[in-house]
């Protein structure tokens, strides 16, 4: 399996951008996708996670200017972030808790990418 994140950049803040995280390979079922991030000397933290069945998770410093969602047909989680801040800015990482056709469950991460909030 493999997950490709999409969508980072530099925006001003109070902007918008939008992220996306394709999954792709032997994919039986998503169970849950979800968005972490990491800023620089910082640990890793989650940001929103969205399930299977369409329930999502966020983060209390992203509640009501996040949103996540996805397309089951295209295996693709998106994050939508509204109302950026410079505390916002980090490297911001897919995850995908999969189970595949042979009936195994992994985690996967993807590559990360770079979300830039100037003030």
């Known amino acids: 399996v493999q997950l490709q994140a999409s969508g980072g950049g530099l925006v001003q803040a109070g902007g918008s951008l939008r992220l996306s995280c394709a999954a792709s390979?032997?994919?039986?079922?998503?169970?849950?996708m979800g968005w972490y991030r990491q800023a620089p000397g910082k640990q890793r933290e989650l940001v929103a996670t969205?399930?299977?069945?369409?329930?999502?998770n966020y983060a209390d410093s992203v509640k009501g200017r996040f949103s996540i969602s996805k397309d089951n047909g295209q295996n693709t989680a998106y994050l939508q972030m509204n109302s950026l801040k410079p505390e916002d800015t980090a490297v911001y990482y897919c995850?995908?808790?999969?189970?595949?056709?042979?009936?195994?469950?992994?985690?996967?991460w993807g590559q990360g990418t770079q979300v830039t909030v100037s003030s």
């Open positions: 995850n995908a808790d999969s189970t595949l056709w042979n009936g195994e469950r992994y985690d996967y």
């Open positions: 390979g032997s994919i039986f079922r998503l169970n849950v």
């Open positions: 969205i399930t299977s069945g369409g329930s999502t």
